[in-house]
């Protein structure tokens, strides 16, 4: 059931749907129709942003292990050059986005929600935008997968619709694929990058995916774009009738969330990925059209993930547009270069409205993650008051949970509980506090038990190698205690059968046998020192 | 530039208590107005009681509490309360009756709980129950529906009632008050007569009482405007009825000459009211759909329990707050299933 807002976009005036449209739509429970403050930024093309003096990039950009700088300050380097190593399996390097000189590498403000400093890459750019080394497989069909998987993670290609998990893991299932469902939903208010990148470069995209495609053996491909971009819907139809791809594209209800990858799933397939599984464990998988363009840049062309199309919107931007930029530029120059704040401006959020989080400065880098960059003017924040149980947070949760009990028990700091009441569950839509009558930042709630749940168990983990340690010490030391029992008792042993003094050839052999044992060692230790001066 | 730091989401949605509350008040005036008509101005002069007790005790509680006193009045929730009991108590009850009332529903049931979202047990029914139960003659005292009453009591009549306790010279409690519906019924079953013979009596209407029929049915229509804003769900009402009139069906189809069919007891007493208004109560209720649709059904089937073997002629108060008990039972049994999780 669908809560209804004032002033919703779901225009059911576009015909989008296209009759020929095979697949059966389903629906999943809950979501919100939501006012989409779109139309705002998409009546400009995408722009590419000026190349700015410096370029500073976080080192940590995607989820997983941190990669291993590989570049010094003082270095020369050019456009494509890696300046980080995967240290893991999930990991991914980042890349030089234009040639410059390597000025800094040491720990600056990163976009993070606790504005918090991480290690950063400063790079001064020369102008020249010089290119380095470039590997590419236009041929891919006659690529080995091997090869094109290692060079989509030489890439640096992560997840572009916000997670930044790394392409190339999600592209190596370890099972057979059924269907490759390409994100195009874009359900968060505000952002339009990904409907801009469809209208301008359908092509692309398509062939990108033709890559996974091909890489995956996926059997079906279906592209889901929500009803309120026709004009993508119109641009990805066609794309896919020039292209050997066969892909069906989908138009969707615009319901948020439902570019969220789980909703996208039920609402395609209607099926529902497990609990504590991924989609490719059902034989699906889901990447955002933005990734699907990154691949097929590396791929056709060999031009790492250095850009990506990022709007510039809200309230408070003077001429909200999407840009395309590189990573590691400055919000604040984007900013300027959309006009300017407009007066009154109060808040800057990474992301939309729904699940963006909000920066303290603008003096920050875009990252591979970034796909927004949202300035509000007037945020009404009503206080928050006591919850009076009405039941509309589990009316709009997409996840089937009980957004008020996790409350209560988040408050309570009733860890057990709530993890009964599946708190792990809970993708962060907001739809719940966006429909809080008492105003609850039910949210924040989620994240903090979330947070206090993941430090318990680094702690429980702690403890319990520190507790084993523990037993293994008392138990060598018990070892220990036994043996020398053992040995003072056979010793006793040996002294009380020992035989009487006087007795001439007895003392003799025992002699004998000492001087036996003497030898031997000495033996011994000259071999040791034989070996050890080898 | 220096920005705040809110977490997501960040635009505030629309909804708030008071609205919610305001929709309630809204939706409870056609019934209102209904009991108005029927029973003429003691229905007026209690609401108007009503909620001046209940905003003074509200303000006073929250100045003990030392909290916000202007935040608590302006969500509307007392006055939702007191509305409700001035619509439950009969319409002459003398002033301290409706203070008592609102005494217990405000202080005893909502602020010693703990005040808005914290108390168990549905504040009006609290009021009404302990009034009911102290002082049984005032509160069943209901006056006879216009039309079948010797003599109509006018509005400065009503108020020196209520005010005074004593009726004009020239009226007399017997002349102007008559029993309930449910309550005659009871009373005549009980004698032996059959219902056929009953229902023949002015006092009834075509679907039950006189006046009370109408009373519901504008209560009832306030109802479908709550369902509409979405202020309730449909599952408590449609419950709560259903299972009234299952267990009124059973039974009146066993023995009709004894026990009145469905629509008589739906459109009795506080049936409809209850329904729609108070066992919807969303602090005092179960907040899953399964949880509500079990919670109205205990309601619903409780309610003709008391009304058909209990020592009172309604029931709808006490079912409610017998199932207000359950509720946090009713809801560790009927979570739903987690998106991704097989049914627990």
Redo the contacts between chains.
């Keep these: 059931m669908a809560?209804a807002?004032?002033g919703t976009t779901g225009n059911p005036d576009t015909n989008c749907y296209d009759m020929s449209q095979s697949i059966q739509l389903h629906t999943?429970?809950g979501g919100l129709k939501l006012d989409g403050h779109k139309a705002i930024s998409t009546s400009h093309p995408i722009k590419t942003a000026e190349l700015p003096a410096t370029l500073l990039l976080p080192v940590q950009q995607h989820i997983g292990q941190p990669a291993d700088v590989i570049v010094k300050p003082g270095e020369q380097v050019f456009k494509g050059q890696k300046l980080t190593r995967a240290s893991d399996y999930i990991s991914a390097p980042i890349h030089a986005p234009t040639s410059g000189i390597i000025s800094a590498v040491e720990e600056r403000l990163v976009p993070h929600?606790s504005?918090l400093k991480a290690l950063c890459i400063e790079i001064q750019t020369d102008g020249k935008d010089k290119w380095g080394e470039k590997v590419s497989y236009p041929d891919f069909r006659n690529t080995d997968i091997v090869t094109l998987r290692n060079h989509i993670r030489e890439s640096g290609i992560v997840g572009l619709g916000g997670a930044a998990f790394p392409t190339s893991v999600k592209l190596n299932p370890g099972r057979s694929i059924d269907t490759l469902i390409l994100n195009g939903a874009e359900c968060e208010?505000y952002i339009t990058c990904d409907d801009m990148l469809m209208r301008e470069h359908a092509a692309d995209i398509v062939e990108g995916m033709a890559i996974m495609q091909f890489m995956l053996s996926a059997e079906q491909c279906i592209i889901g774009i929500e009803d309120n971009k026709p004009e993508a819907i119109a641009a990805m139809r066609a794309a896919v009738k020039e292209s050997e791809l066969a892909a069906e594209v989908v138009a969707i209800p615009t319901i948020y969330p439902t570019g969220g990858e789980?909703q996208l799933i039920?609402i395609l397939t209607n099926q529902?990925?497990?609990?504590d599984?991924l989609p490719a464990d059902i034989g699906i998988v889901c990447q955002n059209v933005g990734t699907a363009k990154a691949v097929y840049d590396a791929v056709i062309h060999g031009q790492p993930l250095i850009d990506r199309v990022i709007t510039v919107t809200g309230e408070g931007i003077a001429q909200p547009q999407n840009f395309l930029a590189l990573i590691g530029t400055s919000m604040?120059e984007l900013v300027a270069q959309a006009g300017g704040?407009k007066p009154g401006?109060?808040?800057?959020?990474m992301?939309g409205?729904?699940?963006?989080?909000?920066?303290?400065?603008?003096e920050i880098p875009i990252i591979k993650a970034s796909n927004c960059i949202?300035a509000?003017t007037e945020?009404?924040?009503?206080?928050a008051?006591?919850?009076?149980?009405?039941?509309?947070c589990?009316?709009v949760c997409?996840?089937?949970?009980?957004p008020?009990?996790l409350f209560w028990y988040a408050q309570a700091k009733d860890f057990d509980k709530i993890q009964d009441?599946?708190l792990f569950?809970c993708i962060?839509c907001?739809c719940c506090?966006?429909?809080?009558?008492?105003?609850i930042?039910l949210?924040?709630y989620y994240?903090f038990a979330k947070t206090e749940i993941w430090n318990q168990e680094r702690e429980k983990v702690k403890s319990d190698i520190a507790r084993e340690r523990h037993i293994f010490h008392e138990e060598r030391l018990e070892r220990l205690k036994k043996e020398k029992a053992e040995r003072l008792a056979k010793k006793k042993a040996a002294l009380k059968n020992r035989p009487k003094v006087g007795d001439a050839e007895a003392k003799k052999s025992e002699i004998e046998a000492a001087l036996a044992r003497v030898k031997a060692k000495k033996e011994k230790q000259t071999t040791t020192q034989k070996n050890i001066e080898r | 530039?220096?920005?705040?730091?809110?977490?997501?989401?960040?635009?505030?949605?629309?909804?708030?208590?008071a609205?919610?509350m305001r929709q309630v008040l809204y939706a409870l005036v056609p019934g209102t107005l209904a009991l108005i008509w029927f029973f003429g101005w003691g229905v007026l002069i209690n609401l108007v009681l009503a909620t001046i007790f209940a905003t003074a005790l509200e303000a006073l509680v929250m100045v003990l509490r030392k909290r916000p006193v202007k935040?608590a009045l302006g969500?509307y929730s007392a006055v939702v309360t007191a509305w409700l009991l001035a619509v439950t108590m009969p319409p002459l009850s003398p002033w301290w009756l409706t203070l008592i009332a609102v005494f217990f529903a405000i202080v005893v049931a909502k602020h010693l709980y703990g005040?808005?979202?914290?108390n168990p047990f549905n504040p009006a029914m609290v009021g009404y129950v302990v009034c009911l139960i102290s002082f049984p003659v005032q509160m069943t005292s209901w006056l006879a529906p216009s039309g079948l009453a010797e003599h109509s009591v006018g509005f400065l009549a009503s108020l020196q009632t209520i005010l005074t306790g004593q009726l004009p010279a020239s009226l007399s409690w017997d002349a102007i008050t008559m029993a309930t519906p449910l309550d005659n019924l009871r009373t005549e079953t009980s004698l032996g007569k059959t219902l056929s013979e009953i229902r023949a009596e002015p006092l009834y209407g075509s679907l039950a009482g006189q006046g009370w029929e109408w009373a519901a049915n504008f209560f009832f229509l306030g109802g479908f405007w709550l369902l509409y804003k979405?202020i309730i769900?449909w599952h408590v009402p449609v419950a709560l009825i259903v299972s009234l009139g299952v267990m009124a069906a059973l039974f009146s189809l066993g023995n009709p000459d004894n026990f009145p069919p469905p629509t008589f007891h739906i459109f009795s007493g506080g049936a409809i009211l209850g329904a729609f208004f108070i066992a919807t109560d969303?602090?005092s209720?179960a907040?899953?759909?399964r949880g509500?649709i079990v919670f109205g059904a205990g309601v619903g089937v409780l309610t003709y329990i008391i009304r058909t073997w209990g020592g009172y002629p309604d029931g709808i108060a006490f079912a409610v707050l017998l199932m207000n008990m359950a509720a946090p039972t009713i809801?560790y049994y009927t979570?739903?299933?987690?998106?991704?999780?097989k049914p627990e």
């Design positions: 809560l807002i004032p999943f429970h929600p504005g208010p789980k039920k529902e990925v497990p609990g599984s604040a704040y401006v109060k808040r800057l959020i992301g409205s729904m699940m963006g989080f909000a920066l303290a400065t603008d949202l509000l945020v009404e924040q009503p206080p008051q006591p919850c009076i149980r009405c039941g509309k589990e009316q997409p996840a089937l949970l009980l008020q009990q009441y599946h569950d962060e907001g506090a966006e429909v809080c009558p008492s105003h930042p949210v924040q994240r | 530039m220096q920005f705040d730091t809110q977490t997501s989401p960040h635009l505030a949605g629309e909804n708030s208590v609205a919610m935040a969500d005040g808005l979202g914290y979405k769900t969303p602090v209720g907040t899953s759909p509500r809801d979570k739903p299933r987690v998106f991704g999780h």
